[in-house]
């Protein structure tokens, strides 16, 4: 009986909305599957990406920018494999826009929407094997 509990539990578990903790229009936000898969859109992204965002998590986007020193929490390692399995396309881009409360992390709310997802598309892909 405790295994059939266990089995139910983690088959529920696997049924979790990873974006349900998200504010209401990020949570219905339409996610550009082809943007996110484009070798175009993740160019573009990773050069959004060095212009703005590797100084704090560097140039090969694994959290160790320049300007990381002292940062509590340390930046995001958009490498480790651990964030890309609990990372989706909704929450990368709502943290990009809306920052993270209580870190150095700011929002870039001054990208356009296209710009947000391009950025998305990169570090999404960061962790990806090659």
């Not at 936000?29 to 990406?49: T, Y």
């Not at 998590?57 to 509590?72: I, K, M, T």
């Not at 399995?85 to 929407?113: C, E, K, L, Y």
């Amino acid at each position: 009986m405790r295994e059939v509990v266990l089995a139910i539990a983690l088959a529920l578990s696997g049924c979790v909305n990873k974006d349900s903790s998200l504010p209401q229009p990020y949570r219905d936000l339409k996610v550009p599957e082809a943007m996110l898969a484009s070798a175009q859109a993740r160019a573009r992204g990773r050069e959004i990406f060095l212009q703005n965002c590797a100084i704090c998590h560097g140039e090969r986007a694994d959290g160790n920018g320049v300007r990381n020193e002292g940062l509590n929490p340390k930046p995001v390692d958009f490498t480790s494999p651990v964030w890309r399995g609990s990372a989706t396309p909704r929450h990368t881009f709502f943290v990009i826009q809306s920052g993270v409360p209580g870190t150095a992390m700011p929002s870039w709310n001054t990208f356009s929407d296209e710009e947000t997802w391009e950025l998305a598309s990169y570090v999404l892909s960061v962790a990806e094997p090659p």
